[in-house]
């Protein structure tokens, strides 16, 4: 069997960028990984973050502020919540500090704890709603079926970006993904736009994916 010098590149590539741009390493038994923060990939950063140390249990420190100090008349709980807190902190600063490429850590406070540290990093990154808004926008009106990975996969990438529009209050209906997903299909798929077009009933999402989906299969038995 023989390897292309195409997927032999692409191979290299991929082996480069685990190297140099993720970190992984062990969380209470749970081996994550996290994108190395490089500048412009914040957003994924943090989602690595936040996720890995949700998954390890140890995401405390990112969503509370600091434990009370314990006193003689502290309770049993009260100290096991300080000291899951404490190691929840450790881990956390420990986890951001090491994913953050050397000569981007200028700057960014030393002495403060996991959550302060989070949002430090998040103000120097901090993207406008409306950089996000135009972003999404250019992505999902520029799409196009080029047949990769199926129609189903496709629509339900289109809704994902509704989804993240809706949630910066850019409120898409249905009805514009149904037309963007039908007018953004190949030629083979005329016969299901010109049933919608004919009708005034519109479709649901879940109408427009079976309909696609079914079309696609019956064209790839032909």
Not at 113 to 120: N, R, S, V, W, Y
Not at 125 to 139: K, P, T
Request: aromatic share 8%; charged share 25%.
């Amino acid at each position: 069997y023989k390897v292309s010098s195409d997927t032999l590149f692409a191979l290299i590539v991929l082996i480069i960028y685990i190297v140099y741009f993720t970190v992984t390493f062990s969380v209470n038994n749970n081996m994550v990984t996290i994108e190395v923060l490089t500048g412009s990939n914040f957003k994924k950063w943090k989602e690595d973050i936040e996720f890995t140390m949700k998954m390890a249990d140890v995401d405390l420190s990112l969503v509370t502020d600091k434990a009370g100090e314990l006193i003689v008349a502290s309770t049993d709980d009260e100290k096991l919540v300080h000291a899951a807190w404490m190691k929840s902190n450790c881990i956390c600063l420990l986890s951001m500090r090491r994913s953050i490429l050397d000569h981007l850590k200028s700057g960014i406070p030393t002495d403060c704890i996991a959550k302060e540290l989070m949002i430090a990093i998040s103000e120097r990154y901090r993207v406008s709603s409306n950089a996000d808004i135009g972003s999404l926008l250019q992505v999902l009106f520029n799409m196009k079926y080029d047949g990769n990975g199926g129609v189903r996969d496709y629509v339900i990438r289109m809704v994902d970006y509704q989804t993240k529009l809706n949630a910066l209050k850019v409120d898409l209906p249905d009805t514009c993904i149904v037309h963007q997903a039908l007018n953004t299909l190949p030629p083979k798929f005329s016969i299901i736009k010109t049933n919608y077009n004919s009708q005034d009933e519109s479709w649901s999402i879940n109408d427009l994916i079976f309909r696609v989906v079914s079309e696609e299969e019956k064209l790839n038995k032909e």
